[in-house]
């Protein structure tokens, strides 16, 4: 059973976005400060926020079952 949860536009839309919240690509000897907080801590946050949003607004949507 393939559903819109299961196109390659979902997931790319979850790779693209987790790639940008886990700061791998963040020098380790950075010391950029936003907020108090090391600006790596503001991206990942950030980044999970966008995570959550879009998932939720996928969840939004109805369910394959419920469209019948």
Do not use: C, F, H, Q
């Not at 380790?28 to 995570?51: C, F, M």
């Not at 996928?58 to 469209?67: I, V």
Request: hydrophobic share 55%.
């Amino acid at each position: 059973m393939r559903g819109p949860y299961l196109s390659l536009k979902v997931w790319g839309v979850y790779v693209v976005l987790l790639l940008a919240a886990v700061p791998w690509y963040w020098p380790a000897d950075d010391e950029t400060r936003w907020g108090g907080l090391p600006a790596w801590v503001v991206v990942a946050i950030a980044g999970s926020v966008a995570v959550s949003a879009y998932t939720a607004w996928l969840l939004r949507r109805p369910w394959p079952s419920e469209e019948e």
